[in-house]
């Protein structure tokens, strides 16, 4: 059981998702303000399953998927841009930057949660794609990333080539799409509440508060 001022928090997200960075700094502020401890576990979801290997222009694709037009994703990017200063992401978005497939971030990730390294990597891709423009759908790419925390190679290698690994994460997203999630950041806090998008820090201040009250 964990303790009265801890909240389980499971976090359906992508890799690729910059609202979902977003929404986790928010949560981790809101939290701290409060003396709460976050128990997190990052579920997978992908925002572009289909998207081949070698990615695409990231305005051509927001273009492409949403309709917006090229200031649109100008405006976007600086929004965001602003908002990651205030938590301390640093948003590097380029003309060059590119979107990714993220099945095999998602796999590592799975392997990773076994060996209490979830978070951790977690936010090592979230830095190696929005901050150092990596192609974090490259398997020499996440081999360096993960091993990086201590994770043996053989291992890493193994998970990334698991079909077993591949079929739990695909289980999970038809999971998430049958309860009705189609975007993220979705949090399910205490696996009964989902609260979904970025909702800011405040917001997030009240919904941990309520958490706790009902601990008590």
């Given at each position: 059981m964990l303790?009265?001022?801890?909240?389980?928090?499971?976090?359906?997200s992508?890799?690729?998702c910059?609202?979902c960075y977003v929404?986790?700094?928010?949560?981790?502020?809101?939290?701290?303000?409060?003396?709460?401890?976050?128990?997190?576990s990052w579920?997978?979801?992908?925002?572009n399953?289909?998207?081949?290997?070698?990615?695409?222009?990231?305005?051509?694709?927001?273009?492409e998927?949403?309709?917006?037009?090229e200031?649109?994703s100008?405006?976007?990017r600086?929004?965001?841009?602003?908002?990651?200063?205030?938590?301390?992401?640093n948003?590097?978005?380029?003309d060059?930057s590119?979107?990714?497939?993220?099945?095999?971030?998602?796999?590592?990730?799975?392997?990773?949660?076994?060996?209490?390294?979830?978070?951790?990597?977690?936010?090592?891709?979230?830095?190696?794609?929005f901050?150092?423009?990596?192609?974090?759908?490259?398997?020499?790419?996440?081999?360096?990333?993960?091993?990086?925390?201590?994770?043996?190679v053989?291992?890493?290698?193994?998970a990334?080539?698991?079909?077993q690994?591949?079929?739990?994460v695909?289980?999970?997203?038809?999971s998430?799409?049958?309860q009705?999630?189609?975007?993220?950041?979705?949090?399910?806090?205490?696996?009964k509440?989902?609260?979904?998008?970025?909702?800011?820090?405040?917001?997030?201040?009240?919904?941990?508060?309520?958490?706790?009250?009902?601990?008590?």
């Open positions: 303790p009265v001022n801890s909240i389980q928090v499971d976090i359906v992508d890799v690729v910059p609202w929404g986790y700094k928010q949560l981790l502020q809101a939290a701290k303000a409060l003396d709460i401890e976050l128990t997190v579920r997978p979801f992908q925002l399953p289909n998207m081949a290997q070698e990615g695409q222009n990231l305005r051509e694709h927001l273009i998927k949403y309709g917006i037009s200031q649109d100008v405006n976007a600086e929004r965001l841009k602003n908002v990651g200063e205030e938590l301390g992401i948003f590097n978005f380029t060059d590119r979107i990714y497939n993220t099945m095999d971030a998602h796999k590592l990730l799975a392997f990773a949660s076994e060996l209490d390294k979830q978070n951790e990597l977690k936010q090592a891709l979230f830095n190696a794609y901050t150092e423009q990596k192609n974090i759908s490259d398997r020499l790419v996440l081999m360096d990333i993960t091993k990086h925390l201590g994770l043996d053989d291992d890493i290698e193994q990334l080539n698991s079909d690994l591949k079929q739990l695909t289980r999970e997203i038809q998430f799409q049958a009705g999630i189609t975007g993220v950041p979705a949090m399910i806090f205490k696996q509440y989902l609260v979904t998008g970025a909702q800011g820090i405040d917001n997030y201040k009240n919904i941990l508060t309520q958490l706790v009250a009902e601990n008590n």
